[in-house]
Protein backbone atom coordinates (compact mmCIF):
# COMPACT_ATOMS: atom_id res chain seq x y z
CA UNK A 1 0.00 0.00 0.00
CA UNK A 2 0.94 3.55 -0.84
CA UNK A 3 1.48 5.89 1.38
CA UNK A 4 -1.63 7.74 1.23
CA UNK A 5 -3.85 3.95 1.27
CA UNK A 6 -5.70 2.74 4.34
CA UNK A 7 -3.58 1.47 7.26
CA UNK A 8 -3.88 -1.01 9.91
CA UNK A 9 -5.03 -0.15 13.29
CA UNK A 10 -6.99 3.09 10.96
CA UNK A 11 -10.78 3.28 10.80
CA UNK A 12 -11.58 3.38 7.14
CA UNK A 13 -14.24 6.10 8.13
CA UNK A 14 -16.79 6.73 10.60
CA UNK A 15 -19.21 9.38 12.11
CA UNK A 16 -21.69 9.97 14.11
CA UNK A 17 -23.83 12.03 11.81
CA UNK A 18 -26.70 10.17 10.47
CA UNK A 19 -27.87 11.02 6.75
CA UNK A 20 -30.88 10.50 4.51
CA UNK A 21 -34.26 11.93 4.17
CA UNK A 22 -36.70 8.96 4.47
CA UNK A 23 -33.83 6.44 5.47
CA UNK A 24 -31.50 6.30 8.28
CA UNK A 25 -28.01 5.83 7.04
CA UNK A 26 -25.14 6.42 9.24
CA UNK A 27 -22.90 8.92 7.31
CA UNK A 28 -19.57 6.67 6.94
CA UNK A 29 -22.20 3.79 5.49
CA UNK A 30 -23.28 6.43 2.51
CA UNK A 31 -22.60 5.97 -1.30
CA UNK A 32 -19.82 8.73 -2.31
CA UNK A 33 -21.60 10.06 -5.07
CA UNK A 34 -24.88 9.37 -7.27
CA UNK A 35 -22.24 7.63 -9.52
CA UNK A 36 -22.26 4.73 -7.38
CA UNK A 37 -26.10 4.49 -7.12
CA UNK A 38 -26.61 4.16 -10.54
CA UNK A 39 -24.44 1.29 -10.94
CA UNK A 40 -25.94 -0.62 -8.36
CA UNK A 41 -29.33 -0.05 -9.89
CA UNK A 42 -27.61 -0.91 -13.29
CA UNK A 43 -26.22 -4.17 -11.90
CA UNK A 44 -29.14 -5.39 -9.62
CA UNK A 45 -32.60 -3.98 -11.87
CA UNK A 46 -35.00 -5.90 -9.95
CA UNK A 47 -36.92 -3.33 -7.56
CA UNK A 48 -39.45 -3.89 -5.05
CA UNK A 49 -41.82 -0.66 -6.04
CA UNK A 50 -43.80 0.70 -3.05
CA UNK A 51 -46.73 3.05 -3.22
CA UNK A 52 -50.15 3.57 -0.73
CA UNK A 53 -53.35 4.74 -1.71
CA UNK A 54 -56.12 5.07 0.72
CA UNK A 55 -54.14 3.75 3.47
CA UNK A 56 -53.46 0.90 1.89
CA UNK A 57 -49.82 -0.21 0.64
CA UNK A 58 -48.52 -2.71 -2.50
CA UNK A 59 -45.49 -3.82 -3.23
CA UNK A 60 -44.86 -5.20 -6.47
CA UNK A 61 -41.27 -6.75 -7.92
CA UNK A 62 -40.72 -4.90 -11.45
CA UNK A 63 -37.17 -4.58 -13.17
CA UNK A 64 -36.61 -0.88 -13.94
CA UNK A 65 -34.17 0.52 -16.00
CA UNK A 66 -32.47 4.36 -15.49
CA UNK A 67 -33.20 6.42 -19.17
CA UNK A 68 -30.12 8.12 -20.33
CA UNK A 69 -31.35 11.28 -20.75
CA UNK A 70 -33.01 13.45 -17.60
CA UNK A 71 -36.07 15.20 -17.68
CA UNK A 72 -37.02 18.92 -18.61
CA UNK A 73 -35.81 19.56 -14.81
CA UNK A 74 -33.06 17.80 -14.75
CA UNK A 75 -34.46 14.79 -12.59
CA UNK A 76 -33.54 11.23 -13.16
CA UNK A 77 -36.41 9.20 -14.83
CA UNK A 78 -36.57 4.91 -14.27
CA UNK A 79 -38.94 3.17 -15.91
CA UNK A 80 -40.49 -0.16 -15.38
CA UNK A 81 -43.65 -2.09 -15.98
CA UNK A 82 -45.62 -4.69 -14.73
CA UNK A 83 -49.37 -6.71 -15.33
CA UNK A 84 -51.94 -4.76 -16.27
CA UNK A 85 -54.06 -6.35 -14.03
CA UNK A 86 -51.94 -6.03 -10.91
CA UNK A 87 -54.08 -3.64 -8.85
CA UNK A 88 -50.75 -1.52 -7.93
CA UNK A 89 -51.58 0.04 -11.53
CA UNK A 90 -54.38 2.47 -10.04
CA UNK A 91 -51.54 3.61 -8.18
CA UNK A 92 -49.55 4.12 -11.34
CA UNK A 93 -52.59 6.05 -13.43
CA UNK A 94 -52.98 8.26 -10.28
CA UNK A 95 -50.08 9.59 -10.64
CA UNK A 96 -48.53 8.00 -6.98
CA UNK A 97 -45.71 9.07 -5.02
CA UNK A 98 -43.67 5.68 -5.17
CA UNK A 99 -40.43 3.97 -3.88
CA UNK A 100 -38.06 1.72 -5.33
CA UNK A 101 -35.68 0.09 -3.62
CA UNK A 102 -32.66 -1.74 -5.53
CA UNK A 103 -31.14 -4.38 -2.97
CA UNK A 104 -27.38 -5.06 -3.90
CA UNK A 105 -25.53 -7.61 -2.23
CA UNK A 106 -25.58 -8.86 1.58
CA UNK A 107 -23.90 -11.22 3.51
CA UNK A 108 -24.00 -12.08 7.77
CA UNK A 109 -20.67 -11.20 9.46
CA UNK A 110 -19.38 -13.18 12.33
CA UNK A 111 -17.63 -12.03 15.04
CA UNK A 112 -15.19 -14.66 14.53
CA UNK A 113 -13.60 -13.05 11.55
CA UNK A 114 -12.98 -9.74 13.38
CA UNK A 115 -8.91 -9.65 13.82
CA UNK A 116 -8.56 -7.35 16.73
CA UNK A 117 -11.95 -6.36 17.84
CA UNK A 118 -14.06 -8.06 20.18
CA UNK A 119 -18.11 -7.22 18.82
CA UNK A 120 -21.11 -9.03 18.10
CA UNK A 121 -22.41 -9.94 14.73
CA UNK A 122 -23.68 -7.54 11.98
CA UNK A 123 -25.03 -7.37 8.12
CA UNK A 124 -23.32 -6.20 5.55
CA UNK A 125 -25.24 -4.81 2.20
CA UNK A 126 -25.83 -2.22 -0.61
CA UNK A 127 -29.60 -0.96 -1.21
CA UNK A 128 -30.50 1.92 -3.07
CA UNK A 129 -33.89 3.54 -2.29
CA UNK A 130 -35.42 6.03 -5.49
CA UNK A 131 -38.20 8.44 -4.13
CA UNK A 132 -40.65 10.25 -6.93
CA UNK A 133 -43.54 10.41 -8.92
CA UNK A 134 -45.38 7.74 -10.89
CA UNK A 135 -46.36 8.56 -14.28
CA UNK A 136 -48.41 6.12 -16.48
CA UNK A 137 -46.93 5.48 -20.45
CA UNK A 138 -49.98 4.40 -22.20
CA UNK A 139 -49.01 4.88 -25.98
CA UNK A 140 -48.21 1.27 -27.52
CA UNK A 141 -44.86 2.91 -28.76
CA UNK A 142 -43.57 4.08 -25.61
CA UNK A 143 -44.68 0.67 -24.19
CA UNK A 144 -42.75 -1.08 -26.18
CA UNK A 145 -39.74 1.39 -25.77
CA UNK A 146 -39.86 0.49 -22.16
CA UNK A 147 -40.22 -3.09 -22.87
CA UNK A 148 -37.25 -3.11 -25.41
CA UNK A 149 -35.15 -0.81 -23.19
CA UNK A 150 -35.74 -3.35 -20.44
CA UNK A 151 -34.74 -6.74 -22.29
CA UNK A 152 -31.72 -4.94 -23.47
CA UNK A 153 -30.41 -4.37 -20.21
CA UNK A 154 -30.70 -7.72 -18.77
CA UNK A 155 -29.79 -9.72 -21.36
CA UNK A 156 -27.02 -7.41 -21.58
CA UNK A 157 -26.28 -8.41 -17.95
CA UNK A 158 -26.89 -11.99 -18.66
CA UNK A 159 -24.66 -12.42 -21.92
CA UNK A 160 -21.41 -9.80 -20.92
CA UNK A 161 -19.15 -10.87 -23.78
CA UNK A 162 -18.72 -8.69 -26.78
CA UNK A 163 -20.18 -11.25 -29.38
CA UNK A 164 -22.62 -12.83 -27.46
CA UNK A 165 -26.27 -13.31 -29.05
CA UNK A 166 -28.73 -11.63 -26.86
CA UNK A 167 -32.38 -12.03 -27.15
CA UNK A 168 -34.45 -9.25 -28.24
CA UNK A 169 -38.25 -7.96 -28.28
CA UNK A 170 -37.37 -8.33 -32.51
CA UNK A 171 -37.34 -11.94 -31.92
CA UNK A 172 -40.72 -12.41 -30.80
CA UNK A 173 -43.11 -12.40 -33.76
CA UNK A 174 -44.68 -9.21 -33.94
CA UNK A 175 -48.42 -10.52 -33.25
CA UNK A 176 -47.50 -12.11 -29.94
CA UNK A 177 -45.37 -9.10 -28.86
CA UNK A 178 -48.44 -7.43 -29.17
CA UNK A 179 -50.37 -8.78 -27.57
CA UNK A 180 -48.30 -9.50 -24.22
CA UNK A 181 -47.65 -5.75 -24.21
CA UNK A 182 -51.59 -5.18 -24.43
CA UNK A 183 -51.38 -7.00 -20.88
CA UNK A 184 -48.80 -4.91 -19.21
CA UNK A 185 -48.36 -1.61 -17.61
CA UNK A 186 -45.45 0.27 -18.28
CA UNK A 187 -44.51 3.15 -16.34
CA UNK A 188 -42.23 6.31 -15.94
CA UNK A 189 -40.83 7.19 -12.19
CA UNK A 190 -39.33 10.55 -11.86
CA UNK A 191 -36.83 10.66 -9.23
CA UNK A 192 -37.22 13.29 -6.67
CA UNK A 193 -34.17 11.48 -4.40
CA UNK A 194 -31.88 8.95 -4.57
CA UNK A 195 -30.20 7.35 -1.29
CA UNK A 196 -28.82 4.57 -0.21
CA UNK A 197 -26.90 2.24 2.21
CA UNK A 198 -23.59 0.73 1.63
CA UNK A 199 -22.68 -0.76 5.20
CA UNK A 200 -19.37 -2.49 4.41
CA UNK A 201 -17.84 -2.41 7.42
CA UNK A 202 -15.99 1.31 6.82
CA UNK A 203 -16.49 1.77 10.26
CA UNK A 204 -13.82 -0.65 11.26
CA UNK A 205 -10.22 -1.11 11.29
CA UNK A 206 -8.25 -2.13 8.33
CA UNK A 207 -7.43 -4.86 9.83
CA UNK A 208 -10.64 -6.48 10.52
CA UNK A 209 -12.04 -5.21 7.38
CA UNK A 210 -9.18 -7.70 5.86
CA UNK A 211 -10.00 -10.42 8.26
CA UNK A 212 -14.11 -10.15 7.21
CA UNK A 213 -13.39 -9.75 3.36
CA UNK A 214 -11.42 -12.96 3.64
CA UNK A 215 -13.65 -15.06 5.07
CA UNK A 216 -16.55 -13.85 3.01
CA UNK A 217 -14.52 -14.32 0.02
CA UNK A 218 -14.90 -18.25 0.77
CA UNK A 219 -18.03 -18.38 2.72
CA UNK A 220 -20.37 -20.45 1.58
CA UNK A 221 -23.45 -17.62 1.79
CA UNK A 222 -24.84 -16.99 -1.99
CA UNK A 223 -23.44 -13.36 -1.82
CA UNK A 224 -20.40 -13.83 0.01
CA UNK A 225 -18.00 -13.23 -2.66
CA UNK A 226 -20.51 -10.75 -4.24
CA UNK A 227 -19.79 -8.95 -0.70
CA UNK A 228 -16.09 -9.43 -0.64
CA UNK A 229 -15.75 -7.65 -3.94
CA UNK A 230 -18.08 -4.71 -2.95
CA UNK A 231 -15.64 -3.97 -0.03
CA UNK A 232 -11.95 -4.34 -1.87
CA UNK A 233 -13.60 -1.76 -4.35
CA UNK A 234 -14.62 0.36 -1.48
CA UNK A 235 -11.54 -0.34 0.32
CA UNK A 236 -9.25 0.53 -3.15
CA UNK A 237 -11.21 4.27 -3.69
CA UNK A 238 -11.01 5.04 -0.14
CA UNK A 239 -8.57 7.21 2.33
CA UNK A 240 -8.49 7.07 5.76
CA UNK A 241 -10.57 9.35 7.85
CA UNK A 242 -10.22 10.70 11.07
CA UNK A 243 -13.27 9.80 13.72
CA UNK A 244 -15.11 12.56 14.14
CA UNK A 245 -18.55 13.45 15.17
Do not use: C
Not at 9 to 38: I, K, N, T, W
Not at 144 to 172: F, K, N, Q, S, Y
Not at 207 to 235: F, H, K, T, W, Y
Request: proline share 7%.
Amino acid sequence: MGSDSPRPGHYLSRSLRDEGEALFVPGHFQFRDEAQMLSLVAAYPLAQLFTAEQGRHRVTASPMVALPQRDARGALQFIGHMAGRNPQVSAIQAGARATAVFSGPGAYVSPQWFRVTHTAPTWNYRAVQAHGQLEAITDPEGVREVLRRTIDHVELGAHPDPGATRWTLDDLPRERADFLLDKVTAFRLVITHLEGVNRLNQDKHLDDILGIMAALSESPQPQGAAVAGAMAAELAGALPLPVSA
